[in-house]
């Protein structure tokens, strides 16, 4: 027997119906803040993750006083595909299984020695390999998927 699955409404989708702050908002305020560098490659990213996956979703989590109640950039997609960072010298891109993602292109930079996580860190003056950044994102997202279709 087929089981049929029925999509979630978004986090997205309600926040902007209501009329608050909707997460692509607080991302663009995100940007903004920054006005340096880090706001642009951010900005790179996000465009990036759009193309790739035209499904994505934007959230934003873990608002707080440490990050100007600004929080984080979430991209997700049947699970977290990615999130967005910014410190001093970086922007970091972690991804939630980047573990268990092929990286031929070796974009994963940062935070190596865990059993789940990677995450690449881009510096100021840094070129994006946007080729792979983008077939890194698709490869994330149909990792989610493929772990949800096997848990349903």
Known sequence: MKKTTIPMKSKTASKEAKGGDAPSQLIDARIAALADWRGETLARVRSLIREADLEVVEEVKWRKPSNSMLGVPVWSHAGIICTGETYKA???LTFAKGASLKDPSGLFN??????VRRAIDIHEGDEIDEKA???????????????RANRA
């Open 133 to 147: 950044l983008r077939a890194l994102i698709r490869a994330a997202v149909a990792l989610n998927i493929s772990a």
């Open 110 to 115: 940062a935070s190596l020695e865990g059993n």
């Open 90 to 92: 970086a922007v970091k």
